[in-house]
């Protein structure tokens, strides 16, 4: 069993404080909203599918707790909260997608009027509750798709060595992981030689997280530093690299942890296939281009300290973007639970998405 980020049973909520990791292993309990929304901001619960679990998951917890007389006020509430949770970290989009399917979800129950208002809030504790199952379900269908994908492009039996960046493993959703997830699946399958994994600068997701997953699990792997990624390519035979998503533009643009841009012009100089791995929550068809995304900007102790340590001089000014934007040309294919699509093929996608928002109460 991989690491728990995200424990959750019966209306009580506690996720992984991952600030702390990996020195300490300390959950920290969610009593609603508020403390979701905090969790998020402050990064000690992060990675976009997380975000947008721990956040419903919040809202869930503290409804749960209330009795709504009239429907109207539920559906008011969860509206407003759900709107506020957004707001906790603006690029990732999974929440928002989550919220925009909640509130149609809420607003189709409070029209129904064979049911009260404790089946509605009834309903949707469940809908938000079977996040977490499609999540996990999700992610093993994309690491599949992914080893399937990176295995058709070698020679039979060959071992590949993967480059991966951040964290995106369990820690990162609510189990397996998605570009980790297809780490994972290449372990399981026993095809996988090596995994490098970059620090991640400044926030350390790589030497902190996956290494801590990667050794966990004990799969094969190399630390290397963010700079080192050039020379590994011309050194170390790649096979492919494999990254997780924020939010993917229509046109496949994929804004990513900040860096990603950086390995992904470095994979095209080195001809290394280079793998977008995400659920189909992380596409957001409202955006045409990556030049649409709103990238966030943290503060600047995060360079300038770690644990509280100072070591950058003191008044140095920073410019600390979390996330950076891929551009569609220099991705090989997007890895989804339903396939692997190449950029331009993402219109396709469209009419699954809206399947999927016809299926309600299913995320
Ligand atoms: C499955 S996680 C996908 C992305 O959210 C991940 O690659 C990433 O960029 C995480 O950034 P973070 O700032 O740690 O939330």
């Not at 969790?39 to 809202?59: D, E, F, H, T």
């Not at 990162?172 to 992981?177: I, N, P, S, V």
């Not at 996988?192 to 970059?198: A, P």
């Not at 804004?255 to 596409?283: C, D, M, R, W």
Request: with cysteine; glycine share 6%.
């Amino acid at each position: 069993m991989t690491l728990q980020a995200i424990r959750y049973e019966n209306g009580t909520l506690e996720v992984l404080d991952q600030l702390l990791l990996p020195k300490e292993s300390k959950y920290i309990p969610i009593l609603g909203v508020e403390d979701g929304w905090k969790v998020i901001n402050k990064m000690q619960v992060r990675g976009a599918p997380a975000i947008a679990i721990v956040g419903c998951l919040s809202l869930a917890v503290e409804i749960s707790k209330e009795e709504f007389e009239k429907k109207k006020a539920l559906r008011r509430e969860v509206e407003g909260k759900l709107n506020y949770l957004i707001s906790a970290r603006p690029t990732a989009v999974n929440m928002k997608q989550a919220a925009d399917h909640l509130i149609s979800y809420i607003n189709s129950l409070d029209n129904d009027e064979s049911i009260s208002a404790q089946e509605m809030q009834a309903r949707f504790v469940a809908a938000i509750e079977a996040m977490l199952e499609k999540d996990i379900s999700d992610n093993r269908s994309i690491g599949e798709f992914g080893a399937k994908a990176i295995l058709n492009s070698v020679m039979d039996g060959e071992q590949v060595r993967i480059l991966t960046h951040c964290n995106t493993g369990s820690l990162a959703t609510a189990y397996f992981g998605t570009a980790l997830g297809v780490v994972r699946c290449l372990h399981s399958a026993s095809r996988l030689e090596n995994c490098y994994f970059t620090e991640t600068r400044p926030y350390n997701q790589g030497a902190r997280l996956t290494a801590y997953e990667l050794i966990h699990d004990k799969i094969p792997s190399t630390l290397v530093c963010d700079s080192t990624v050039a020379y590994l390519m011309k050194t170390a035979q790649i096979s492919a690299v494999v990254v997780g998503a924020d939010r993917v533009a229509s046109n496949g643009d994929t804004a990513n942890k900040i860096g990603t841009y950086q390995i992904a012009v470095v994979a095209k100089h080195h001809e290394v296939p280079f793998y977008v791995a995400a659920p189909l929550t992380s596409i957001d068809f409202s955006v045409n281009t990556g030049d649409n995304i709103v990238i966030e900007e943290r503060p600047q102790i995060e360079m300038t300290h770690i644990n509280n340590l100072r070591i950058a001089s003191p008044g140095v000014t920073c410019w600390n973007p979390a996330f950076d934007v891929t551009p569609a040309r220099l991705i090989t294919g997007i890895i989804t639970e339903k396939g692997v699509f190449r950029p331009s093929e993402l219109s396709t996608l469209q009419s699954q998405m809206q399947d999927r928002k016809n299926s309600l109460p299913q995320l």
